[in-house]
């Protein structure tokens, strides 16, 4: 699943020429100064400074407007492909992170048993030599492959390079193996190729889309949401199959209350019938399909009939969806989805759907997958690495033969409890909450205890801060540089960040303690640039640009190019056969199903229901509870009950209810919302609440947490991704 197999936009010095003709921009957006350089006295009036977004992945462009010298106000970015100029609103509401009473001020030290949350204040220089001298030990002692690194989004880049140039090959992020994993072994199995990040869904050209437990609208992924709007307004058809009625169910044609865990029963007899009805797209399967006699054998008995009693679905309804696909084919999106760590059997799911998307001809196709283009700017050239003596501690023996590229967050746990293959005595996390992030909280923490070293580096005090060394106060977004946004998209581009405001004490931006961490860590070699600007403008001006245009643009555009088959982009497919997989010759060899078939999910206990999870519009997992902005949108999560089950059980909308899981696990308080919208063996929760860090004072105990709750899980066993979806719950009365 490399980045480096996909299509990619190449910069030459003849392409550099024509980004000047696409990046004029109006005058709102050449930077600001908050200092007035006659009087050196505070800027007056308004400032406008282009950035871009760090509340998601999506990494949206924007402008940040500052009055009288203060921080103001946010908007997208009119010349962002991504945004189009308009934010979502944990975006706009991205001011709050820099005003945030709870953030941490100054870097922490330990001063009694980890999980305590008592600390010493210290100087930075104090801070990052405690860390070092405990890095050299363990280096020292057990090997430098013996410290991992666990990071969430861009910012982590130089804590990665920190990391690799130090000698060890265990740096992660929890969003893989947590996330879209599967997702991506699915569809690099069927068409060599994987979704990426921003997905290539041509959702604002697409004619009917379907959505299997994906919240678009409420899990708030800007320019998709944005072209759900669009194809809504041009009459598309929505298909949405999920067990509780979403945001986007309410603009379905067809919403199908799905039995949860019982996905690939559906989308096996949608198969059959687009198949055995010969409402495939028979030209794009014969050009470019490999194995299909032996797929359309496979799934010759899957009809709708034999799926209705598993998946609770009408068979007349599985036809009418069918039918719908296949009649807007090639612009059809089965949509890959985001977190698809559900049930265990995940990576086959998204091959299944994958395969649907095949048949309908939809990869490469305009309305269905774009192929992304990149403004490929070069890498800073660094020294080469030192090659680790150890590879990877995640995976040993590859038991996950298709767990590529991306390490599993929950494998380097895992190592560090077991010592298999060997010991893990150091951890860095960077922006993430490891007890919100991997599921089973316990596991975590015993793995903590066999640390001799643990360091957080947040803008916030998270759970797992809680149970660090050191921790390490980070400049938010709106306060420091990042490495460049070149995310592949449907047009190639480069945008920046770049410090609006000042941090409000003593934060230092990541770069900053990277590069001071790497000094005192003998790596200097690795850390060739003065500061962060040198290193920006070094890159830029390696294809033509620079960083004084791009601070004052904040968006340089690539001219277009093609991004559809049709269009002339040249199909590649980067399987063993050079085509897509229907039938996987690469699973059967390792002992897998070379078709997806299906099981039948485990059902609650009496008295029990499953426990799902998911997303609101205006949070971010589990970090932006604090900010006041967003906080006063949503301070408390609910959990949704079917209305027939809170009656049975005496409870109505507003109550303040406990969950207990099958592990005897309880939560904090939280407030019922009865509904029709959830089936009966079901219940709901946002993801991200409940948090118990005595530190975060705004949010302590405010909800209850899923992931406190999620003490089971199932590994996926081609790519080792953690199934949370499969743990159940009960009620008890809050007096």
Request: proline share 7%.
């Amino acid at each position: 699943m490399e980045l480096s197999r996909r299509r990619f936009l190449q910069i030459s010095s003849a392409t550099v020429t024509g980004l000047a003709a696409v990046t004029s921009l109006s005058s709102i957006t050449k930077g600001a100064k908050k200092i007035e350089e006659k009087t050196g006295k505070p800027a007056k009036g308004i400032q406008k400074i282009p950035t871009y977004c760090d509340l998601c992945f999506w990494k949206c462009s924007a402008v940040a407007y500052l009055k009288d010298g203060e921080l103001w106000k946010i908007e997208g970015h009119t010349n962002d492909p991504l945004s189009n100029g308009r934010l979502c609103p944990r975006g706009t509401g991205g001011v709050g992170a820099h005003y945030d009473k709870d953030r941490l001020k100054t870097p922490l030290i330990r001063k009694s048993e980890r999980g305590e949350e008592k600390w010493v204040s210290v100087t930075w220089t104090e801070a990052l030599d405690y860390i070092a001298d405990k890095m050299e030990k363990i280096k020292i002692e057990y090997g430098p492959e013996s410290m991992a690194l666990f990071s969430h989004g861009v910012g982590g880049t130089f804590l990665k390079h920190m990391i690799k140039a130090f000698g060890s090959p265990n740096e992660t992020a929890p969003s893989f193996a947590q996330c879209r994993g599967p997702r991506e072994t699915g569809f690099e199995l069927t068409f060599g190729d994987i979704v990426g990040s921003p997905e290539r869904t041509d959702i604002e050209n697409t004619k009917c889309m379907v959505l299997i437990g994906s919240h678009l609208g409420e899990n708030m992924h800007n320019t998709q949401v944005q072209e759900f709007a669009k194809a809504n307004k041009k009459g598309a058809t929505f298909i949405v199959v999920d067990p509780r009625f979403s945001t986007a169910a309410s603009k379905a044609k067809y919403y199908l209350p799905i039995k949860p865990g019982t996905d690939i029963a559906l989308l096996l007899a949608w198969m059959n019938v687009i198949v055995n009805e010969n409402l495939y797209d028979k030209d794009y399967v014969e050009k470019y399909g490999f194995g299909f006699e032996q797929f359309a054998y496979e799934i010759k008995d899957y009809t709708p009939e034999w799926a209705y009693p598993r998946t609770g679905i009408d068979p007349k309804v599985i036809r009418e969806t069918a039918y719908e696909m296949a009649k807007h084919k090639p612009a059809t999106i089965v949509h890959p989805g985001r977190r698809t760590t559900w049930y265990g059997d995940d990576s086959q799911r998204s091959r299944a759907i994958a395969l649907l998307n095949a048949l309908l001809g939809s990869w490469g196709r305009k309305g269905g997958f774009f192929m992304p283009t990149k403004l490929s700017i070069p890498s800073y050239p660094y020294p080469e690495y030192p090659k680790p003596e150890r590879g990877r501690v995640d995976n040993p023996d590859e038991r996950f033969p298709f767990a590529k590229g991306e390490l599993l967050a929950n494998g380097i746990r895992e190592a560090t409890i077991t010592g298999n293959p060997y010991p893990v005595k150091g951890w860095i996390i960077y922006a993430t909450n490891l007890l919100q992030a991997i599921p089973n909280q316990e596991e975590t923490i015993k793995a903590i205890q066999n640390l001799d070293l643990m360091v957080v580096v947040d803008v916030v005090p998270s759970e797992i801060a809680g149970w660090a060394d050191v921790v390490l106060p980070e400049s938010v977004y709106l306060e420091r540089y990042d490495e460049l946004n070149i995310s592949p998209f449907k047009e190639g581009f480069v945008s920046i960040r770049q410090p609006v405001v000042d941090e409000p004490s003593h934060q230092k931006p990541n770069w900053w303690i990277a590069k001071e961490l790497g000094k005192r860590l003998g790596l200097k070699k690795y850390f060739p640039w003065n500061d962060i600007e040198d290193y920006l403008d070094t890159r830029l001006k390696s294809v033509g640009l620079s960083l004084e245009r791009l601070k004052k643009e904040g968006v340089v555009k690539a001219p277009k190019q093609p991004i559809y088959f049709e269009d002339g982009v040249q199909p590649n497919f980067w399987t063993p056969s050079g085509k897509i997989e229907f039938y996987s010759l690469q699973l059967k060899e390792k002992g897998f199903d070379p078709v997806p078939k299906f099981t039948e999910p485990e059902s609650p206990p009496p008295g029990y229901f499953r426990l799902l999870m998911g997303r609101a519009p205006v949070h971010t997992f589990a970090k932006t509870q604090s900010n006041p902005i967003l906080k006063d949108m949503m301070e408390e999560n609910s959990v949704w009950i079917n209305n027939d089950i809170a009656m049975r059980y005496g409870l109505k909308s507003g109550d303040y209810i406990k969950l207990k899981n099958t592990d005897g696990v309880v939560s904090n308080k939280v407030k019922v919302k009865a509904t029709e919208r959830i089936r009966p063996d079901s219940v709901y929760m946002v993801h991200g609440f409940g948090q118990r860090s005595k530190m975060l004072k705004s949010t302590y105990l405010k909800g209850a947490s899923d992931a406190q709750l999620t003490t089971k899980y199932k590994l996926d066993p081609l790519m080792g991704g953690t199934a949370m979806n499969v743990n159940f719950v009960t009620f008890e009365r809050e007096a």
